[in-house]
């Protein structure tokens, strides 16, 4: 358009003033890159699900992660260069985050992407950056990422996944010959968290009575309750996520199954304990990657909490909104560390990198790119022993980090 | 498998369709009178929970949101239909069903911007709490008292309809309008206020659900689809069909649970398919209705 107005031979003032506008409007948009390149920001996409049922998660990511942005910002960029977040949002839509990520690639030029939150949308994003060479560090839980059909040398994963939490948070409750009964969602994440706690399971000896699948998106399990009830275990495994961990929980203590078992769950969130109250989650016990509680024996931890709280009121970060912060900051260490963008300079740094940003020493695992992190085993606290309203949990256990954890590369397919 | 976890099963299965049925019938009801089939009938059941949430925080009763919920959300239902549905009664069917399609994204969005994304912790009432030995098992005795209610409800429901002059109205309103107006009844009147009740019906069902499970935005989404289910089951209009047939599909989700777990969800389309096979009409539909 511009072009066709410059070439009119005698433009009127509203066309010159108008075709400067638009001129402006094309440079901030960063057309001209020759021009601007020696201060051209780095840009993050940042694909997260504002919309639907993880919005609140999503939020919490996007400060995080605008706070690790700032913070590098505040700090002098590299040497002046500064980084720019570029938020789009996924709708939790795996279609969805194929086509903004895929924008954020070829229209807004970004240099890396990280963000997703949900196993099938995160390897949707993963389809696009890794056909088009594009570094992705992806912040939801899975363990296909980390599979050598899945994964190629531009995927990075901050997140956990199933078979770290699971092994850790079966460790610190299973006992050998405990009967574990498992109420599993059927979908590909329920099943990954199946696994990996009937491995830990065998390991330490403990017995399965009984496994439930549930149809994904359940509102109601008392259904699926009495046939526990009858198997009569020691300790109930919820293999499930958000909207339908909350509802099978909740009922689980309604029909009495709290004073007969423990319940244990894989991932137990700080948003979704808000949502639910203490009297339901009491006494559950599950794995997360962080608690802002850490912040009593981790330095980094209080560093973060504190600068979280003075950025967003006094708020504390979320679980899954520091892997907001994780993921970012990794990803802007490397690019310190490897003096610019250069796709495969950033590569061999954030393989090289040690990073302590939150939650104590992080490194990403050399043949699937797994960052290596402590995970914490969490019980929910009773109502009463809570000291303000975001004490809701108690810190039983850090597992800390460590490639035994995880499974072998030869195991994930990787030869070398 | 053993007969007590059967009885358990068909106990739950019981108190599942208990609920269903709340909604179904203000479904069944809405679309046999007023011919709308109103897809905003599941975050109206969800709008209940949260009047019932609203309700209880301010007076610290659940009783008081038990009671004064679904007649805050029926009345939003009767302004829904004096000044969204009625101006749509003589445009063609797709309208209204446009209409309160989107009636109901915009009321989850509502409720989003208000509550938040992540649902609201609403706790059983302390005089409910806990469970009971019925000699075949414990259950929970909230739920024996939803069942309660649930039958309270359709007992009044059976004597407003059956022994009163409204209630003769509305059965000869939903088998013809037509010969109603020409006998000088307002219709619109009639619409208006079965309308209301059939929102309030479906926001007690809110209310009743919210301790059983999590209150949040979604929570009415699938609650639509069921009341679909069990209206075509039961037959479209038809009162008695939606009580029986959502009772029944209360039991088969509850069997199948037993038997597939897996399929528990599914297994209620199943049956409506195999209702469509074999009696297009439904249980106690009107053939050509």
Known sequence: MQDNRTKLNAPTRRQVVGGIGLGTAATLLGMPLVARAQVEPIRIGFPTPLTGPFGAEARDQVKSAELAVKQFNDAGGLGGRKAELLVRDDKLNAGEAATRTLELIEKDKVHAVVGALSSAVQLAVNEVTRARGMIYISISQSDTINEVKDWSRFTFHEALNPHMTTAAVAKHTFKKGAKVAYLVADYAYGHEMLRGFKRAQAAVGAESVGEILHPFGAPDYSTFLPRINAMKPDILCICNFGRDQANSIKQAAEFGMKQQMKIVVPVILHNQRLAVGAEVFDGVVGGANYYWGLEETIPSAKAFNDAFRAANGGAVPTDYGAYGYTGVKSLLQAITAAGGTETDKVIAALEALKYDVAKGPQSYRKCDHQSIQSVLVLESKKKADMKNAVDLFRVAAVEQSGEAMLRTCAELGFSG | ?289
């Open chain 2, 1 to 289: 498998m053993d007969v007590q976890l059967i009885a358990m099963q068909l106990l739950s299965g019981a108190v599942l369709g208990a609920v269903l049925v709340m909604t179904a019938l203000g479904f069944t009801i809405i679309f046999g009178m007023l011919g709308v089939v109103n897809f905003a009938h599941g975050a109206l059941f969800m709008i209940g929970a949260y009047a019932g949430v609203a309700v209880a925080m301010q007076t610290g009763s659940f009783w008081w949101a038990l009671l004064v919920a679904p007649l805050a959300v029926g009345a939003l239902g009767l302004l829904i239909e004096r000044f969204l549905i009625r101006p749509l009664y003589n445009r063609p069917a797709d309208d209204p069903i446009l209409l309160t399609f989107g009636l109901g994204y915009v009321l989850v969005e509502v409720v989003r911007i208000v509550f938040g994304n992540d649902g609201i912790p609403f706790s059983t009432p302390a005089a409910l709490v806990g469970v009971v030995n019925l000699g075949i098992g414990y259950f929970p005795i909230y739920r024996l008292f939803v069942i309660a209610v649930v039958a309270l409800i359709l007992a009044l429901l059976w004597l407003g309809l059956e022994k009163t002059r409204f209630g003769l109205i509305v059965r000869a309103g939903a088998r013809d309008p037509q010969i109603m107006r020409v006998l000088g009844v307002d219709m619109r009147r009639l619409w208006f206020l079965v309308f209301g009740v059939g929102i309030g019906l479906t926001a007690l069902g809110g209310v009743l659900a919210a301790p059983m499970r999590n209150v949040n935005p979604e929570m009415g989404a699938l609650v639509l689809a069921e009341a679909f289910v069990v209206t075509v089951i039961g037959g479209l209009g038809s009162i008695v069909g939606a009580v029986v047939a959502g009772i029944l599909v209360g039991l088969v989700v509850s069997l199948t649970s037993l038997v597939a777990p897996e399929m528990a969800t599914i297994s209620m389309f199943a049956l409506m398919a195999l209702v469509l096979l074999i009696r297009p009409q439904g249980l106690f539909g009107r053939a050509g209705a």
